[in-house]
């Protein structure tokens, strides 16, 4: 599986973006799909997955209520909607696949096996 992710870029505090990660190789319709971000100097930290088998999504409580994890099957990709950014939000995003990933490894590196290549949200105060 390969994913490309698109759609960062310079925003306005209160702004919105939607990012896009788009699977080629495989459908993704099985996969769990994972959002996960790292900002300068920090840890790559989990901000959303939408389940596989089920499409349930899992968030984040900094974005929770802000966010929203989608996906389109017939495009075989995975949108994350982002709404009311911060500035904290800056970061580069990343998306994730992952096969038969637990609801305790969702929020977890370790829990996929796939991953694209990042795309910048810079949100400006």
């Known amino acids: 599986v390969q994913l490309q992710a698109s759609g960062g870029g310079l925003v306005q505090a209160g702004g919105s973006l939607r990012l896009s990660c788009v699977g080629s190789g495989r459908t993704l319709r099985t996969y769990t799909m994972g959002w996960f971000r790292q900002a300068p100097g920090k840890d790559r930290e989990f901000v959303a997955a939408?389940?596989?088998?089920?499409?349930?999504?899992v968030y984040a409580d900094t974005v929770k209520g802000r966010f929203t994890v989608s996906r389109d099957n017939a495009k075989n990709t995975v949108y994350l909607y982002m709404y009311s950014l911060r500035p904290e939000d800056t970061a580069v995003y990343y998306c994730a696949a992952g096969v038969g990933v637990i609801l305790s490894s969702v929020r977890q590196l370790s829990g996929y096996d796939y991953w694209g290549q990042g795309t910048q949200v810079t949100v400006s105060s």
């Open positions: 939408i389940r596989g088998s089920s499409s349930n999504a």
